[in-house]
């Protein structure tokens, strides 16, 4: 597995990542906590060093079992959690309040048996707090050893400005995928003004670029999917053009939708991150060997002609979510 680096302080992370959420949150039952610390273990086995979880996936549960998977290889691996929710609940609201985020950083690091963090998100920016006091609490954490790098997610170019003003924010965790591109606009040019490396959440589009859910698929009960617009039946039938570009050209290249989709997104820029999902082992190595495919430029060409005619349907939250999104 490749190496990459997330911002100026060289945090050097393996060029795919292991989003854990999925193991314990959002997308209906938790997996069992011995096959989800196996699966977590596998990923390190097969080069993954870098590691997404947060209080709010469980809550607390996801980073009681990255802890225990991953303790005895620590020093070989990148911890990436985050603050941000009242009681770690994102039902509740937001609370980045600075007594809230130290709270969260003694709890993470005894849920994840260490003793520091290596890179400390706010999960979503508080409207309340100002992000200069965020920036200063973390700064003071990373001056007491607790944390090594602090990150955004979902935040506007504006707030990231700010927070980077005080402490210098190394990632920004945001979704980015070939359904999902509004970061194009103004935040990867920033981030690569202000030499920020970006994580890309959700880079399969929630399952929907692997090819493997159509309009008729349906999905637990407990399952995010089911309230969010561009999972409607009716949304998922219009988008699914863009499946069936993927999927010829990863036809053509001897590869898997979801392949492709983690190739061009390794391809844009070579501080970006995707921290793909999964509960799957053969779901896993299938991922990863998104990371050793090279797209052409034809490839990328023809994707990108592909892309300025397809329209994708349906807003990728649900209204009181997407309100919490781009401050």
């Known amino acids: ?35 989800a610390i196996a699966l977590v273990r596998e990923a390190f086995e097969r080069g993954v060093t870098f590691f997404d979880t947060a209080e709010a996936y469980g809550p607390f549960v996801n980073e009681e079992l990255l802890g225990e998977a991953l303790k005895d290889v620590r020093d070989e691996v990148v911890i990436a959690t985050k603050f941000g929710f009242k009681d770690g609940d994102p039902r509740t609201g937001v609370d980045s309040r600075p007594e809230r985020i130290r709270q ?4 993470a690091l005894t849920r994840l048996q260490t003793d520091r963090i290596d890179l400390f998100y ?13 920036a200063g609490t973390v700064k003071e954490l990373i001056g007491a050893g607790k944390v090594r790098h602090f990150g ?25 995928s070939l359904w999902w591109r509004e970061p194009e606009e103004e935040v990867l040019p920033l981030c690569e003004e202000l030499g920020i490396g970006f994580v890309p959440y959700s880079p399969l589009g929630r399952g929907f670029l692997t090819g493997k859910i159509d309009a008729t698929t349906t999905f637990d009960q407990n399952d995010f999917r089911n309230v969010v617009p561009r999972f ?24 898997t939708p979801a392949q492709i989709a983690l190739a061009w997104l390794l391809a844009q820029k070579p501080w970006i991150v995707p921290i793909p999902g999964t509960t799957k082992a053969h779901r896993l190595k299938e991922n990863l060997g998104g990371a050793s495919l090279e797209l052409s430029p034809g490839d990328l060409g023809q994707i990108g002609d592909a892309l300025a005619q397809i329209k994708v349907q349906g807003d990728r939250y649900p209204a009181h979510l997407q309100a919490l999104v781009g401050r």
Do not use: W
């Open 232 to 255: 409607s039946p009716e949304a998922r039938k219009a988008n699914q053009t863009l499946v069936d570009l993927i999927g010829s050209i990863a036809a053509a290249r001897q590869a």
């Open 104 to 107: 969260v950083a003694d709890a």
């Open 1 to 35: 597995m490749q190496k990459r680096v997330l911002g100026r302080g060289n945090l050097e992370v393996s060029a795919l990542g292991f989003g854990c959420m999925g193991l314990s949150f959002a997308y209906g039952p938790a997996m069992e906590k011995a096959g």
């Open 122 to 134: 706010q999960h979503r920016v508080d409207p309340n707090v100002p992000l200069e006091e965020v």
């Open 152 to 176: 955004l997610s979902e935040a506007g170019v504006q707030s990231i400005r700010r927070a980077h003003a005080v402490q210098e924010v190394a990632a920004l965790q945001s979704e980015y």
